[in-house]
T-cell receptor, first 112, second 117 residues
Framework: SQKIEQNSEALNIQEGKTATLTCNYT??????LQWYRQDPGRGPVFLLL?????KEKRKERLKVTFDTTLKQSLFHITASQPADSATYLC???????????FGAGTRLAVHP | EPEVTQTPSHQVTQMGQEVILRCVPI?????FYWYRQILGQKVEFLVS????????KSEIFDDQFSVERPDGSNFTLKIRSTKLEDSAMYFC???????????????FGPGTRLTVL
């Protein structure tokens, strides 16, 4: 069955450093992969989408890579700030489908 | 910026009662979804809806659940006879163009916290 794995442990980093979050998936071949941010008690908020034919995507301080051979996506936040503290969710999406199957998410805490 | 809205923000009900959760998707969006998140767990897909019919549903979405778009703006999730395990945060989402093969962003509402006693 399809499986999505994200770091279950919280990631604690110092302000100004780069945070790197990992998303691994097995038993399917997504056409694209989305990253969302979720704050406690709130709905997920879209951050970035990367397609299977793209290796890397950037948006301001965010960077996503997508390695279909390794079945892995990495999500980077450079120059991290305490306001970046949240849970980050990945959702690999198979072609022809629109539903989002999320990983459990990785909680990021950026300390001043 | 347009946003998805949901009402109520918190609903408390007795086991066995019917509840209706309401959502107003973004106005030009064509595809609608419901997800749920049990406290401390991951966000789970329930159902997707397009062109006035269900496109896809998960195993969670059994006969106790139904969805409806009663007018041009609202999208509702009904749970016919609530169980304790239905207690969760329910999120509505919408997206613009389901036919765009390159991927489509979903916009989530703030959620309705359902507590079944």
């Amino acid at each position: 069955s399809q499986k999505i794995e994200q770091n279950s442990e919280a990631l604690n980093i110092q302000e100004g450093k780069t945070a790197t979050l990992t998303c691994n998936y097995t038993n399917y071949s997504p056409a694209y992969l989305q990253w969302y941010r979720q704050d406690p008690g709130r709905g997920p908020v879209f951050l970035l989408l990367i397609r299977e034919n793209e290796k890397e995507k950037r948006k301001e301080r965010l960077k996503v890579t997508f390695d279909t051979t390794l079945k892995q996506s990495l999500f980077h936040i450079t120059a991290s700030q305490p306001a970046d503290s949240a849970t980050y969710l990945c959702a690999p999406v198979s072609g022809g489908y629109n539903k989002l199957i999320f990983g459990a998410g990785t909680r990021l805490a950026v300390h001043p | 910026e347009p946003e998805v809205t949901q009402t109520p923000s918190h609903q408390v009900t007795q086991m066995g009662q019917e509840v209706i959760l309401r959502c107003v998707p973004i106005s030009n969006h064509l595809y609608f979804y419901w997800y749920r998140q049990i406290l401390g767990q991951k966000v789970e897909f329930l159902v997707s809806f397009y062109n006035n019919e269900i496109s896809e549903k998960s195993e969670i979405f059994d006969d106790q659940f139904s969805v409806e778009r009663p007018d041009g703006s609202n999208f509702t999730l009904k749970i016919r006879s609530t169980k304790l395990e239905d207690s969760a945060m329910y999120f509505c989402a919408s997206s613009e163009n389901p036919r765009r093969l390159a991927g489509d962003t979903q916009y989530f509402g703030p959620g309705t916290r359902l507590t079944v006693l």
